[in-house]
Protein backbone atom coordinates (compact mmCIF):
# COMPACT_ATOMS: atom_id res chain seq x y z
CA UNK A 1 0.00 0.00 0.00
CA UNK A 2 1.19 3.13 -1.21
CA UNK A 3 2.59 5.24 1.93
CA UNK A 4 2.28 8.54 -0.08
CA UNK A 5 -0.26 10.67 -1.69
CA UNK A 6 -0.13 13.82 -4.45
CA UNK A 7 -2.51 16.20 -3.26
CA UNK A 8 -4.48 17.12 -6.05
CA UNK A 9 -5.04 20.76 -4.85
CA UNK A 10 -1.58 22.01 -3.79
CA UNK A 11 0.49 18.84 -6.06
CA UNK A 12 2.06 18.24 -2.38
CA UNK A 13 3.18 15.02 -2.07
CA UNK A 14 2.34 13.43 1.95
CA UNK A 15 2.98 11.10 3.88
CA UNK A 16 -0.34 9.33 5.13
CA UNK A 17 1.17 8.38 8.27
CA UNK A 18 1.80 12.06 9.56
CA UNK A 19 -0.50 13.12 7.57
CA UNK A 20 -3.08 11.49 10.84
CA UNK A 21 -0.77 13.60 13.20
CA UNK A 22 -1.19 16.26 11.88
CA UNK A 23 -4.82 16.51 11.79
CA UNK A 24 -5.22 15.17 15.60
CA UNK A 25 -3.11 18.24 16.49
CA UNK A 26 -5.28 20.69 14.54
CA UNK A 27 -8.40 19.23 15.92
CA UNK A 28 -6.38 19.28 19.52
CA UNK A 29 -5.73 23.15 18.48
CA UNK A 30 -9.06 24.08 17.95
CA UNK A 31 -10.62 22.49 21.15
CA UNK A 32 -8.73 24.42 23.46
CA UNK A 33 -8.86 27.52 21.66
CA UNK A 34 -12.40 27.10 21.53
CA UNK A 35 -12.03 26.69 25.47
CA UNK A 36 -9.37 29.57 26.07
CA UNK A 37 -11.52 31.77 23.76
CA UNK A 38 -14.62 31.32 26.15
CA UNK A 39 -12.60 31.97 28.97
CA UNK A 40 -11.02 34.95 27.48
CA UNK A 41 -14.80 36.43 26.97
CA UNK A 42 -15.24 36.04 30.86
CA UNK A 43 -12.26 37.42 31.61
CA UNK A 44 -13.07 40.39 29.35
CA UNK A 45 -16.06 40.92 30.17
CA UNK A 46 -14.51 41.57 33.90
CA UNK A 47 -11.99 43.67 33.51
CA UNK A 48 -14.93 46.08 31.02
CA UNK A 49 -15.84 47.75 34.55
CA UNK A 50 -19.24 48.76 32.80
CA UNK A 51 -19.93 45.20 33.09
CA UNK A 52 -17.82 43.47 35.64
CA UNK A 53 -19.48 40.35 35.03
CA UNK A 54 -17.10 37.70 37.35
CA UNK A 55 -17.06 37.14 40.68
CA UNK A 56 -13.48 37.41 42.13
CA UNK A 57 -12.34 33.84 42.63
CA UNK A 58 -13.77 32.90 38.98
CA UNK A 59 -12.24 35.74 37.76
CA UNK A 60 -8.39 34.66 38.93
CA UNK A 61 -9.33 30.95 38.16
CA UNK A 62 -10.63 31.91 34.56
CA UNK A 63 -7.55 34.29 34.01
CA UNK A 64 -5.35 31.18 34.73
CA UNK A 65 -6.96 28.71 32.51
CA UNK A 66 -7.28 31.53 29.96
CA UNK A 67 -3.54 31.88 29.64
CA UNK A 68 -2.93 28.31 29.43
CA UNK A 69 -5.35 27.23 26.89
CA UNK A 70 -4.95 30.17 24.94
CA UNK A 71 -1.47 30.77 25.28
CA UNK A 72 0.14 27.37 25.49
CA UNK A 73 -2.04 24.76 24.25
CA UNK A 74 -3.52 25.87 21.24
CA UNK A 75 -0.04 27.30 19.81
CA UNK A 76 1.67 24.31 20.57
CA UNK A 77 -0.45 22.20 19.97
CA UNK A 78 -0.29 23.67 16.01
CA UNK A 79 2.94 24.21 16.57
CA UNK A 80 3.12 20.17 16.32
CA UNK A 81 0.81 19.94 13.98
CA UNK A 82 2.91 22.31 11.75
CA UNK A 83 6.21 20.49 12.12
CA UNK A 84 4.41 17.04 11.44
CA UNK A 85 3.29 19.08 8.07
CA UNK A 86 6.26 20.57 7.13
CA UNK A 87 8.04 16.85 7.53
CA UNK A 88 5.22 15.14 5.64
CA UNK A 89 4.67 17.52 3.23
CA UNK A 90 7.43 20.11 2.46
CA UNK A 91 9.98 17.59 3.18
CA UNK A 92 8.12 15.22 1.22
CA UNK A 93 9.46 12.69 3.77
CA UNK A 94 7.91 9.16 5.55
CA UNK A 95 7.49 9.28 9.57
CA UNK A 96 10.29 7.39 10.79
CA UNK A 97 8.93 7.66 14.04
CA UNK A 98 5.10 8.12 13.81
CA UNK A 99 4.55 5.95 17.47
CA UNK A 100 6.98 9.23 19.04
CA UNK A 101 4.62 11.50 17.54
CA UNK A 102 1.31 9.92 18.94
CA UNK A 103 3.15 9.10 22.40
CA UNK A 104 4.12 13.26 22.38
CA UNK A 105 0.12 13.34 21.52
CA UNK A 106 -1.27 11.84 23.84
CA UNK A 107 1.60 13.03 26.45
CA UNK A 108 0.59 16.99 25.65
CA UNK A 109 -3.76 15.58 25.60
CA UNK A 110 -3.26 14.27 29.23
CA UNK A 111 -1.13 17.07 30.64
CA UNK A 112 -3.66 19.51 29.26
CA UNK A 113 -6.68 17.71 30.41
CA UNK A 114 -5.19 17.08 34.11
CA UNK A 115 -4.46 21.25 34.14
CA UNK A 116 -8.19 22.25 32.96
CA UNK A 117 -9.21 19.85 35.71
CA UNK A 118 -7.14 20.98 38.04
CA UNK A 119 -7.68 24.34 37.58
CA UNK A 120 -11.49 25.05 37.03
CA UNK A 121 -11.44 22.66 40.60
CA UNK A 122 -10.10 25.60 42.11
CA UNK A 123 -6.89 23.56 42.61
CA UNK A 124 -4.54 26.09 40.86
CA UNK A 125 -5.47 29.84 41.20
CA UNK A 126 -1.84 31.17 40.56
CA UNK A 127 -1.97 32.51 37.36
CA UNK A 128 -0.39 31.74 33.84
CA UNK A 129 3.35 32.79 35.57
CA UNK A 130 2.62 30.93 38.56
CA UNK A 131 5.35 33.33 40.83
CA UNK A 132 6.06 31.07 44.00
CA UNK A 133 5.72 31.38 47.04
CA UNK A 134 1.92 31.17 45.53
CA UNK A 135 1.50 27.16 45.67
CA UNK A 136 -0.84 25.18 43.38
CA UNK A 137 -1.77 21.70 43.27
CA UNK A 138 0.90 19.48 42.97
CA UNK A 139 -1.13 17.98 40.01
CA UNK A 140 -1.47 21.33 37.62
CA UNK A 141 2.31 20.92 38.02
CA UNK A 142 2.57 17.52 37.03
CA UNK A 143 0.05 18.63 34.04
CA UNK A 144 2.69 21.59 32.93
CA UNK A 145 5.40 18.98 32.93
CA UNK A 146 3.25 16.22 31.23
CA UNK A 147 2.45 19.21 28.09
CA UNK A 148 5.86 19.97 28.27
CA UNK A 149 7.69 16.77 27.63
CA UNK A 150 4.73 15.48 25.16
CA UNK A 151 5.66 19.21 23.32
CA UNK A 152 9.55 18.33 23.23
CA UNK A 153 8.98 14.74 22.34
CA UNK A 154 6.83 16.53 19.09
CA UNK A 155 9.96 18.60 18.01
CA UNK A 156 12.39 15.49 18.53
CA UNK A 157 10.12 13.90 15.72
CA UNK A 158 10.61 16.25 13.45
CA UNK A 159 14.39 16.45 14.28
CA UNK A 160 14.50 12.87 13.79
CA UNK A 161 12.65 13.03 10.52
CA UNK A 162 14.47 16.26 9.09
CA UNK A 163 18.05 13.74 9.86
CA UNK A 164 17.22 10.64 8.23
CA UNK A 165 15.16 12.44 5.60
CA UNK A 166 18.42 13.90 4.23
CA UNK A 167 20.27 10.15 4.66
CA UNK A 168 17.66 9.03 2.25
CA UNK A 169 17.69 11.97 -0.22
CA UNK A 170 14.85 14.05 0.70
CA UNK A 171 16.14 16.62 -0.33
CA UNK A 172 20.10 18.18 -1.69
CA UNK A 173 21.64 20.77 0.67
CA UNK A 174 19.57 22.65 2.93
CA UNK A 175 15.77 22.19 3.76
CA UNK A 176 13.34 24.33 2.49
CA UNK A 177 12.31 27.74 3.82
CA UNK A 178 9.28 26.91 5.82
CA UNK A 179 11.19 24.42 6.77
CA UNK A 180 13.87 26.02 7.87
CA UNK A 181 11.70 28.56 9.50
CA UNK A 182 10.28 25.72 11.66
CA UNK A 183 13.27 23.86 12.49
CA UNK A 184 14.78 27.50 13.64
CA UNK A 185 11.03 27.40 16.14
CA UNK A 186 11.87 23.84 17.29
CA UNK A 187 15.62 24.94 18.38
CA UNK A 188 14.43 27.75 20.26
CA UNK A 189 11.54 24.83 21.79
CA UNK A 190 14.08 22.95 22.78
CA UNK A 191 16.09 25.83 24.74
CA UNK A 192 12.42 26.97 26.40
CA UNK A 193 11.46 23.60 27.48
CA UNK A 194 14.62 23.37 29.25
CA UNK A 195 14.24 25.74 31.08
CA UNK A 196 10.46 24.78 31.74
CA UNK A 197 12.03 21.55 33.08
CA UNK A 198 14.61 23.27 35.07
CA UNK A 199 11.63 25.14 37.18
CA UNK A 200 8.42 22.99 36.78
CA UNK A 201 10.31 20.07 38.32
CA UNK A 202 11.61 21.77 41.51
CA UNK A 203 8.43 23.81 41.79
CA UNK A 204 6.29 20.46 41.76
CA UNK A 205 8.67 18.80 44.03
CA UNK A 206 7.96 21.93 46.31
CA UNK A 207 4.33 21.90 46.06
CA UNK A 208 4.82 18.01 47.53
CA UNK A 209 6.77 19.74 50.08
CA UNK A 210 9.97 17.26 49.31
CA UNK A 211 11.53 20.22 49.05
CA UNK A 212 11.80 23.36 51.56
CA UNK A 213 12.35 25.94 49.29
CA UNK A 214 12.32 27.77 45.72
CA UNK A 215 14.09 31.02 45.42
CA UNK A 216 11.14 33.80 44.33
CA UNK A 217 13.91 35.60 42.48
CA UNK A 218 15.81 32.64 41.15
CA UNK A 219 12.18 31.03 40.10
CA UNK A 220 10.98 34.54 38.05
CA UNK A 221 14.22 34.11 35.76
CA UNK A 222 14.03 30.60 35.14
CA UNK A 223 10.46 30.86 34.71
CA UNK A 224 10.81 33.41 31.80
CA UNK A 225 12.96 31.22 30.02
CA UNK A 226 9.94 29.17 29.47
CA UNK A 227 7.37 31.70 29.84
CA UNK A 228 9.07 34.20 27.01
CA UNK A 229 10.85 31.88 24.93
CA UNK A 230 7.85 29.69 23.97
CA UNK A 231 6.38 33.26 22.72
CA UNK A 232 9.81 33.28 20.66
CA UNK A 233 8.66 29.58 19.40
CA UNK A 234 5.36 31.29 18.27
CA UNK A 235 7.01 33.96 16.17
CA UNK A 236 9.74 31.74 14.64
CA UNK A 237 6.48 29.69 13.66
CA UNK A 238 4.00 32.32 12.58
CA UNK A 239 6.65 33.66 10.16
CA UNK A 240 7.55 30.34 8.57
CA UNK A 241 3.68 30.21 8.61
CA UNK A 242 3.65 33.88 6.48
CA UNK A 243 6.93 32.46 4.18
CA UNK A 244 4.67 29.07 3.35
CA UNK A 245 1.36 30.58 2.98
CA UNK A 246 2.84 33.38 0.28
CA UNK A 247 4.44 30.37 -1.71
CA UNK A 248 1.21 28.19 -1.17
CA UNK A 249 -1.67 31.09 -2.04
CA UNK A 250 0.12 32.65 -4.39
CA UNK A 251 3.49 31.33 -5.48
CA UNK A 252 5.72 33.90 -3.29
CA UNK A 253 9.20 33.12 -3.13
CA UNK A 254 11.91 35.05 -1.14
CA UNK A 255 13.44 37.85 -2.61
CA UNK A 256 16.66 36.79 -0.82
CA UNK A 257 16.44 33.39 0.38
CA UNK A 258 19.97 33.81 2.58
CA UNK A 259 18.80 37.04 3.81
CA UNK A 260 15.34 35.67 5.62
CA UNK A 261 17.19 32.09 6.57
CA UNK A 262 19.88 34.64 8.44
CA UNK A 263 16.80 36.09 10.26
CA UNK A 264 16.00 32.88 10.95
CA UNK A 265 19.28 32.21 12.97
CA UNK A 266 19.14 35.45 14.42
CA UNK A 267 16.16 34.49 16.21
CA UNK A 268 17.75 31.34 17.15
CA UNK A 269 21.11 33.21 19.14
CA UNK A 270 19.53 36.57 20.37
CA UNK A 271 15.66 35.93 20.94
CA UNK A 272 15.81 34.21 23.93
CA UNK A 273 18.11 36.29 26.69
CA UNK A 274 16.03 39.35 25.64
CA UNK A 275 12.97 37.14 27.47
CA UNK A 276 14.70 39.40 30.54
CA UNK A 277 12.44 42.23 29.46
CA UNK A 278 9.88 40.71 32.31
CA UNK A 279 12.40 41.55 35.16
CA UNK A 280 13.86 45.18 33.87
CA UNK A 281 12.20 46.59 36.77
CA UNK A 282 13.01 43.66 39.53
CA UNK A 283 15.41 44.65 41.64
CA UNK A 284 17.31 41.47 42.37
CA UNK A 285 19.36 41.82 38.93
CA UNK A 286 21.75 44.44 38.05
CA UNK A 287 21.06 47.14 36.08
CA UNK A 288 24.46 46.11 33.49
CA UNK A 289 22.48 41.97 33.45
CA UNK A 290 18.87 44.07 32.21
CA UNK A 291 20.33 46.48 30.06
CA UNK A 292 22.86 44.12 28.21
CA UNK A 293 19.95 41.97 27.31
CA UNK A 294 17.16 43.80 26.49
CA UNK A 295 18.65 47.33 24.96
CA UNK A 296 21.40 45.43 22.95
CA UNK A 297 20.92 41.43 22.25
CA UNK A 298 17.04 42.66 21.47
CA UNK A 299 17.58 44.44 19.01
CA UNK A 300 19.64 41.83 16.98
CA UNK A 301 16.21 39.54 17.08
CA UNK A 302 14.33 43.05 16.24
CA UNK A 303 16.34 43.24 13.33
CA UNK A 304 15.72 39.46 12.29
CA UNK A 305 12.08 40.50 12.61
CA UNK A 306 12.39 43.66 10.36
CA UNK A 307 14.17 41.41 7.67
CA UNK A 308 11.18 39.03 7.13
CA UNK A 309 8.86 42.18 7.68
CA UNK A 310 10.17 43.43 4.21
CA UNK A 311 11.11 40.12 2.63
CA UNK A 312 7.37 38.53 3.10
CA UNK A 313 5.23 42.21 1.38
CA UNK A 314 8.03 41.90 -0.97
CA UNK A 315 7.55 38.16 -2.27
CA UNK A 316 4.47 39.02 -2.45
CA UNK A 317 4.56 42.21 -4.75
CA UNK A 318 7.30 39.91 -6.31
CA UNK A 319 4.52 37.47 -7.37
CA UNK A 320 1.77 38.93 -7.89
CA UNK A 321 3.77 41.54 -10.48
CA UNK A 322 5.04 37.76 -12.37
CA UNK A 323 0.81 37.73 -12.41
CA UNK A 324 0.75 40.34 -14.77
CA UNK A 325 -0.30 42.99 -11.94
CA UNK A 326 2.02 45.23 -13.27
CA UNK A 327 0.32 48.85 -13.64
CA UNK A 328 1.60 51.46 -11.44
CA UNK A 329 3.50 50.87 -7.67
CA UNK A 330 0.04 49.31 -6.23
CA UNK A 331 -2.28 47.74 -8.79
CA UNK A 332 -0.72 44.46 -7.24
CA UNK A 333 -1.85 45.19 -3.87
CA UNK A 334 -5.53 45.60 -5.19
CA UNK A 335 -5.55 42.50 -6.81
CA UNK A 336 -4.01 40.63 -4.26
CA UNK A 337 -6.54 37.48 -3.49
CA UNK A 338 -8.39 39.23 -0.36
CA UNK A 339 -11.29 37.67 -0.15
CA UNK A 340 -9.20 34.19 0.02
CA UNK A 341 -9.26 33.73 3.87
CA UNK A 342 -5.90 31.76 3.85
CA UNK A 343 -3.95 34.88 2.34
CA UNK A 344 -6.24 37.80 4.36
CA UNK A 345 -4.91 36.26 7.86
CA UNK A 346 -1.66 35.96 6.26
CA UNK A 347 -1.68 39.73 5.40
CA UNK A 348 -3.84 41.16 8.35
CA UNK A 349 -1.39 38.72 10.38
CA UNK A 350 1.53 41.16 9.38
CA UNK A 351 0.28 44.30 9.76
CA UNK A 352 -1.02 44.29 13.40
CA UNK A 353 2.12 41.73 14.72
CA UNK A 354 4.10 44.84 12.92
CA UNK A 355 2.65 48.03 14.02
CA UNK A 356 0.84 46.27 17.50
CA UNK A 357 3.15 43.61 18.60
CA UNK A 358 6.41 44.47 17.40
CA UNK A 359 6.54 48.39 17.93
CA UNK A 360 5.08 48.21 21.12
CA UNK A 361 7.27 45.37 22.00
CA UNK A 362 10.63 47.42 21.25
CA UNK A 363 9.16 50.66 22.93
CA UNK A 364 8.17 48.16 26.75
CA UNK A 365 10.85 46.12 26.29
CA UNK A 366 13.70 48.90 27.06
CA UNK A 367 14.57 49.69 30.65
CA UNK A 368 13.58 53.46 30.63
CA UNK A 369 9.91 52.83 28.94
CA UNK A 370 9.65 50.20 30.88
CA UNK A 371 9.49 51.56 34.27
CA UNK A 372 6.74 53.29 33.67
CA UNK A 373 4.79 50.91 31.93
CA UNK A 374 5.26 47.67 33.74
CA UNK A 375 2.45 45.70 35.00
CA UNK A 376 -0.25 47.99 33.43
CA UNK A 377 -2.51 47.06 31.50
CA UNK A 378 -0.83 48.50 28.42
CA UNK A 379 1.99 45.27 28.55
CA UNK A 380 -1.31 42.83 28.31
CA UNK A 381 -2.57 45.06 24.95
CA UNK A 382 0.85 44.49 23.55
CA UNK A 383 1.00 41.08 23.74
CA UNK A 384 -2.89 40.22 22.67
CA UNK A 385 -0.85 42.07 19.59
CA UNK A 386 1.94 39.48 19.68
CA UNK A 387 0.29 36.16 20.36
CA UNK A 388 -3.75 36.74 18.84
CA UNK A 389 -3.39 39.53 16.65
CA UNK A 390 -0.02 37.72 15.12
CA UNK A 391 0.18 33.75 15.30
CA UNK A 392 -3.22 33.45 16.26
CA UNK A 393 -4.56 35.35 12.73
CA UNK A 394 -1.65 33.49 11.16
CA UNK A 395 -2.84 30.15 12.08
CA UNK A 396 -6.24 30.49 11.69
CA UNK A 397 -5.37 31.61 8.23
CA UNK A 398 -3.01 28.63 7.83
CA UNK A 399 -5.77 26.62 8.65
CA UNK A 400 -7.52 27.01 5.66
CA UNK A 401 -5.06 25.66 3.83
CA UNK A 402 -4.81 22.53 5.93
CA UNK A 403 -8.49 21.99 6.06
CA UNK A 404 -8.30 21.78 2.00
CA UNK A 405 -4.84 20.05 1.67
CA UNK A 406 -4.36 17.80 4.93
CA UNK A 407 -8.52 17.10 5.82
CA UNK A 408 -9.44 17.12 1.92
CA UNK A 409 -12.70 18.94 2.36
CA UNK A 410 -13.71 22.30 1.26
CA UNK A 411 -14.15 25.22 3.18
CA UNK A 412 -17.79 25.66 4.04
CA UNK A 413 -19.75 28.95 3.91
CA UNK A 414 -16.96 30.43 1.80
CA UNK A 415 -18.45 34.16 2.52
CA UNK A 416 -18.78 34.01 6.40
CA UNK A 417 -14.80 32.31 5.84
CA UNK A 418 -13.93 35.87 4.19
CA UNK A 419 -15.23 37.95 6.54
CA UNK A 420 -13.86 35.89 9.36
CA UNK A 421 -10.49 37.24 9.53
CA UNK A 422 -11.26 40.75 9.38
CA UNK A 423 -13.95 40.56 12.01
CA UNK A 424 -11.47 38.83 14.55
CA UNK A 425 -8.16 41.83 13.12
CA UNK A 426 -10.70 44.50 13.66
CA UNK A 427 -11.87 43.14 17.02
CA UNK A 428 -8.27 42.30 18.40
CA UNK A 429 -6.86 45.13 17.53
CA UNK A 430 -9.50 47.23 19.42
CA UNK A 431 -8.85 44.79 22.46
CA UNK A 432 -5.04 45.39 21.99
CA UNK A 433 -5.34 49.30 21.29
CA UNK A 434 -7.62 50.02 24.28
CA UNK A 435 -5.67 47.96 26.53
CA UNK A 436 -2.22 49.78 25.40
CA UNK A 437 -4.09 53.27 26.21
CA UNK A 438 -6.04 52.77 29.71
CA UNK A 439 -2.63 51.46 30.55
CA UNK A 440 -0.77 54.96 29.70
CA UNK A 441 -3.00 56.09 32.49
CA UNK A 442 -1.65 53.85 34.95
CA UNK A 443 -4.47 50.93 34.70
CA UNK A 444 -2.82 48.05 36.40
CA UNK A 445 -2.83 44.81 35.03
CA UNK A 446 -4.51 41.38 35.94
CA UNK A 447 -5.99 43.42 38.79
CA UNK A 448 -9.80 42.12 39.75
CA UNK A 449 -11.29 45.79 40.50
CA UNK A 450 -9.32 48.53 39.52
CA UNK A 451 -12.09 50.70 41.53
CA UNK A 452 -10.60 49.11 44.44
CA UNK A 453 -13.66 49.05 46.35
CA UNK A 454 -13.92 48.69 49.90
CA UNK A 455 -10.33 49.85 49.71
CA UNK A 456 -9.15 52.08 52.92
CA UNK A 457 -7.38 54.37 50.39
CA UNK A 458 -9.26 55.52 47.66
CA UNK A 459 -7.93 56.22 44.01
CA UNK A 460 -9.67 57.48 41.36
CA UNK A 461 -8.09 57.15 37.68
CA UNK A 462 -8.36 59.84 35.10
CA UNK A 463 -11.88 59.40 33.10
CA UNK A 464 -10.73 58.58 29.98
CA UNK A 465 -9.93 55.31 30.75
CA UNK A 466 -13.51 53.95 30.58
CA UNK A 467 -13.45 55.10 27.02
CA UNK A 468 -10.28 53.13 26.54
CA UNK A 469 -11.70 50.51 28.46
CA UNK A 470 -14.96 49.93 26.42
CA UNK A 471 -12.36 49.91 23.21
CA UNK A 472 -11.13 47.13 24.66
CA UNK A 473 -14.39 45.30 25.82
CA UNK A 474 -16.37 46.03 22.28
CA UNK A 475 -13.11 44.87 20.52
CA UNK A 476 -13.17 41.57 23.07
CA UNK A 477 -16.82 40.72 22.12
CA UNK A 478 -15.97 41.55 18.47
CA UNK A 479 -12.42 39.10 18.62
CA UNK A 480 -14.87 36.44 20.18
CA UNK A 481 -17.12 36.45 17.38
CA UNK A 482 -14.64 36.09 15.43
CA UNK A 483 -13.33 33.47 16.89
CA UNK A 484 -16.64 31.78 17.57
CA UNK A 485 -16.72 31.54 13.44
CA UNK A 486 -13.78 30.27 12.84
CA UNK A 487 -14.25 27.15 15.31
CA UNK A 488 -17.38 26.58 13.39
CA UNK A 489 -16.17 26.92 10.17
CA UNK A 490 -13.15 24.82 10.87
CA UNK A 491 -14.97 21.66 12.47
CA UNK A 492 -17.68 22.41 10.26
CA UNK A 493 -15.41 22.08 7.29
CA UNK A 494 -13.94 19.19 8.68
CA UNK A 495 -17.07 17.49 9.82
CA UNK A 496 -19.72 18.45 6.72
CA UNK A 497 -17.14 19.69 3.74
CA UNK A 498 -17.32 18.07 0.71
CA UNK A 499 -14.84 15.96 -0.17
CA UNK A 500 -11.93 16.96 -2.10
CA UNK A 501 -11.30 14.41 -4.86
CA UNK A 502 -8.29 13.53 -5.42
CA UNK B 1 31.57 44.33 -25.95
CA UNK B 2 28.36 45.84 -24.71
CA UNK B 3 28.91 46.98 -20.92
CA UNK B 4 26.99 45.35 -18.41
CA UNK B 5 24.47 47.29 -16.71
CA UNK B 6 24.70 47.51 -12.91
CA UNK B 7 22.42 49.06 -12.04
CA UNK B 8 20.09 48.11 -8.93
CA UNK B 9 16.81 47.04 -9.89
CA UNK B 10 14.11 48.05 -6.83
CA UNK B 11 12.00 44.27 -7.46
CA UNK B 12 9.07 45.08 -5.41
CA UNK B 13 8.62 49.49 -6.08
CA UNK B 14 5.14 49.33 -3.98
CA UNK B 15 6.34 47.94 -0.75
CA UNK B 16 9.57 50.31 -0.60
CA UNK B 17 6.83 52.97 -1.11
CA UNK B 18 4.66 51.84 1.33
CA UNK B 19 7.13 51.73 3.76
CA UNK B 20 8.02 55.03 3.45
CA UNK B 21 4.46 55.74 3.82
CA UNK B 22 4.09 53.80 6.95
CA UNK B 23 7.36 55.00 8.82
CA UNK B 24 5.61 59.20 8.54
CA UNK B 25 2.71 58.17 9.20
CA UNK B 26 4.56 56.41 12.45
CA UNK B 27 7.03 58.85 13.02
CA UNK B 28 3.69 61.56 13.56
CA UNK B 29 1.53 59.30 15.34
CA UNK B 30 4.55 58.50 17.74
CA UNK B 31 5.33 62.43 18.41
CA UNK B 32 1.19 62.77 19.06
CA UNK B 33 1.61 60.39 21.37
CA UNK B 34 4.23 61.54 23.04
CA UNK B 35 2.78 65.03 23.65
CA UNK B 36 -0.83 63.36 24.59
CA UNK B 37 1.50 61.18 27.42
CA UNK B 38 3.48 64.76 28.66
CA UNK B 39 -0.19 65.88 28.72
CA UNK B 40 -1.54 62.87 31.17
CA UNK B 41 1.37 62.46 33.23
CA UNK B 42 1.63 66.40 33.59
CA UNK B 43 5.33 66.83 32.73
CA UNK B 44 6.19 70.48 32.18
Known sequence: MAIFRTDALSGLKIDKAT????????????ATLAVGGLLGLLVVLTRWPSVHLLPLDYYYRFLTLHGIDALLAWIIFFEIALVHFTSAALLGT????????????????????????????GGADVMFTSYVPLKG??????????????????????????????????????????????????????????????????????SMDLIGTIDPAAYRLVFWGLGHSSQQINVSAMVAVWYMSSAFIIGGKPVNEKLSRTAFVLYILFINVASEHHLLVDPVFSTWHKIVNTSY????????????????PASIEVALRKQGHTRGLFEWLKKAPWGNPAFSGMAISILLFGFLGGITGVIFGTEQFNIIRHNTIAITGHFHGTVVAGTTIAFMGFTYLLIQ??????????????????????????????????????????????????????????????????????????????GVLYIVLSFGSIIWGKKIEQ | MPQQDHRDIIEAPGVFVLALIFLAVFIVIWFAHLKWLMDVWGVQ
Open chain 1, 137 to 206: DPLYYLGVILFAVGALLGFIVFFINILLSKRDGGYKRTLPLGAFGMLAASIIAVLTLGHGAAIMVPTWLW
Open chain 1, 94 to 121: RSYVPWLGWLAFALMLAGGAVINVIVLM
Open chain 1, 19 to 30: ENLVRWNVIAAL
Open chain 1, 297 to 312: MMHLAVLASMIHAFAI
Open chain 1, 405 to 482: YVFRREIIWKGFATIQPWIYGVGVALLSIGMMSAGSFGVPRRHYDITFSGAPFSFTFDPSIDLFLSMMGVGGVLAVTG
